[in-house]
């Protein structure tokens, strides 16, 4: 029987893809991010999180029809656990709902093609371009996600890019306009979303506390150089 | 409701009415009516158990008046104006735009009801859009149309109705009210998922968490009901286009739990009894007005045939569930609570089960078009409601899962085909995702809701229980300042004393 380690889930969100959705936050990530809010799913054990089987999941969905239009798989790393995520994907499919998964695109999904076929689409952060910054930010280098995000976007499945923007620490510009170049060939058929989110110091570990969000005015240069690029919908949160 | 038995008691009210700083002249006058009216006894001839049930708080007339002389809610055929337009105002009918809108500020003058405005201002969107040629001037004129119904209708009740398909003229009065926050017309689209473009629909939902307008009707749910047209009048009144409701009063099912003994002493005694006596004080009030009056027999609305007497209903309004099934709940000892426990929910259902039995079981002398029966009302609450929550709504602080919230009202929505309705408040991240409260919206009638509606936490502009007012106003009325629309008088206690800036929706992350 399928099972997986779920750290929470939220019958309701407004912030994790299109529409009304129940976001599932499994434990256990593959990155370790200096500024991540949620650091207790980083682990693959936690105390706090509860081993659920496919049943219990889609029980806890069912009870939040017909009030959602779909789920969003989060993290943690929700690929992590993909063997389940392929299951569950299938039976909610069948009650109607659309999937979506957020992803920090640090595994590649050129061997999760069938778990595509059953999602509607990706949400992927692309924290760094420069090998060295996204090494110290993740313990990682970038060239999987950059992968991802390609892939994702020919097969029209990349639904949304997420740019954490920190003050002083990274080439913000830098970033936006690689992604921006990056993707630009993609947008003419198929909109994706840019999603600008500034550092915030809820939830982080007290390590990593120092980190300033951006200045507003910095946003807004960024907002610029993705719409300049062809993105319809960017969004500064 | 206030018996005068001397005059230098109806003296000192004149006295007090006409001294008071917070009231306009017009609102002055209005008031000066209603304690005239209210001169005359109450239409029921001797009837002891009606006066010993005001006493207690159980019947509540929402100072309606002793003896009505123009129905409570009229819902003229605006189609027929347009098609013919009025003899008595001499008015032909319109061939552009700005005769339209002329004509029906012109109209509107002459709709009485119990606010004294016109609670039913038509399906504005449909009634305008054949005229429109340019978008801009359009919007241009609209907007105007809109601000002359701001500043000329004192008073939030005042409903207009769009949709359910998009048009022009919907999507620019959408537009507008976002960029006019004005309390006046309260707005309703009559919403159909298969009708209704997510376009417009999203906009809708958008522009309510700017300016709390407009609220969502169930079209489907109405329209089966009601085997056709309809309007949403007033709060959210469901009611016949070309007709209206005579009068509507209504029980304290708090009060009436309060004074059982037991639950069969309830459902036995007290309940029926409390039924059967607001059953006359209705009845008597739509006989006066039929009857005595000359409303049905002079008025150019009657004698023109904008409005019709078959198609007008008496509405039998309900309050304070909450407390009532609580209440009945602990006389038995037992500690389960409305909104939350599924026992306590199907005993809200149970006592409504006996209510439409009953009133179902009455004949009217009128109200043809209901087969001679009333309406069930769950009513928004008024002034003086403390301790008695709205309608069939779940008491404020009890903050139960929005989910388990909205399965709760579909139960209880079916009753009342003439109104019922929930509104909840977003917080400013459902601002950015307006498709999120537009897929609540949905489930909600899924779940067998009637009417919803959402504003945002941190808005000016509310919806209290049914009617849209600024909390900027109410600042500005508790200093002794003069405010344009008389609805702010009723959202003193609400706002004040109900909590009902503390309602939550719980459950939902941002």
Sequence with gaps: MAEALIQKIIDSSVVDGPGNRTAIFFQGCNFNCTYCHNPETISLTSETAILMTLEEVLERIKGNLPFIQGITVSGGECTLQRDFLLPLFKETKKLGLSNFIDSNGGISFEGMAELLAYTDGVMLDIKAVDPSAHLSLTGHPPDVVLDNALGLAAGGKLYEIRTVVIRDVLDNPGIVEAVSRMLKPYLKDHEIRYKLIRVRSHGVRPAYQNLLPPREKEMEKLKAIAVKAGFLEVTII | ?510
Excluded at chain 2, 47 to 72: Q, S, V
Excluded at chain 2, 178 to 183: A, G, R, S
């Design chain 2, 1 to 510: 409701m206030k018996i005068y038995q001397k005059h230098e008691e109806t003296r000192e009210d004149v006295l007090q009415i006409i001294q008071n700083p917070s009231l306009t002249y017009e609102q002055q006058t209005f008031a000066l009516a209603k304690l005239a009216e209210n001169q005359l006894p109450l239409p029921v001839g001797e009837d002891e158990t009606i006066l010993e049930l005001f006493e207690k708080g159980i019947i509540c007339d929402l100072d309606e008046g002793h003896a009505p002389y123009a129905p409570r809610y009229i819902l003229p055929d605006y189609d027929k104006l347009f098609r013919e337009g009025s003899k008595f105002l001499r008015l032909d009918p319109p061939k552009n735009l700005l005769e339209a809108i002329q004509t029906l500020q012109i109209f509107y003058h002459h709709v009485p009801s119990i606010t004294r405005f016109p609670v039913y201002l038509g399906r504005i969107d449909r009634l305008l859009d054949p005229f429109i040629e340019d978008r801009e001037v359009a919007r241009e004129q609209i907007k105007w149309f809109l601000i002359h119904l701001d500043r000329t209708i004192n008073d939030s009740f005042s409903h207009g109705n769009v949709g359910p398909e998009s048009t022009v003229a919907g999507e620019l009065i959408i537009d507008l009210i976002q960029e006019l926050q004005n309390v006046t017309p309260n707005l309703t689209i009559l919403y159909d998922k298969e009708k209704t473009s997510d376009d417009f629909a999203l906009s809708c939902v958008a522009s309510s968490l700017v300016c709390a307008n407009p609220a969502f009707a169930n079209d489907k749910i109405f329209r089966r009901d009601f085997k056709g047209d309809y309007g949403i009048a007033s709060c959210y009144n469901g009611l016949p286009i070309g007709g209206g409701a005579f009068t509507l009063s209504r029980l304290r099912l708090n009060k009436i739990a309060g004074e059982s003994s037991s639950r069969a002493d309830f459902f036995d005694r007290l309940l029926p009894l409390s039924i059967d006596a607001l059953l006359r004080l209705m009845e008597g009030k739509i006989k006066f007005l039929v009857e005595e009056t000359p409303f049905f027999k002079s008025s150019f609305l009657v004698k023109e045939g904008f409005v019709d007497l078959d198609r007008f209903v008496g509405l039998f309004g309900l309050v304070g569930m909450d407390e009532a099934v609580d209440t009945l709940m602990t006389v038995e000892g037992l500690d389960l609570v409305y909104g939350r426990d599924s026992e306590a929910n199907a005993l809200a259902l149970a006592i409504l089960d006996v209510i439409q039995k009953r009133v179902g079981e009455f004949r009217s002398k009128y109200g043809k078009i209901w087969n001679h029966r009333f309406l069930l009302h769950s009513q928004v609450g008024a002034a003086g409601d403390e301790g008695t929550t709205a309608g069939m709504r779940v008491a404020i602080d009890k903050d139960i899962p929005l989910y388990d919230h909205l399965r709760q009202a579909g139960q209880v929505h079916p009753y009342f085909p003439s109104g019922i309705g929930d509104h909840f408040p977003f917080d400013y991240t459902a601002k950015a995702n307006p498709q999120a409260v537009l897929d609540i919206f949905n489930g909600g009638f899924e779940s067998g809701m009637r009417y919803i509606s959402a504003y945002s936490e941190d808005g000016d502009i509310i919806r209290v229980t049914g009617y849209l007012v600024k909390k900027s106003d109410l600042e500005k009325f508790n200093q002794g300042e003069q405010i344009s629309y008389d609805t702010i008088q009723y959202a003193k206690d609400p706002l004040e004393k109900h909590g009902i800036l503390n309602r939550k929706v719980v459950g939902v992350d941002g």
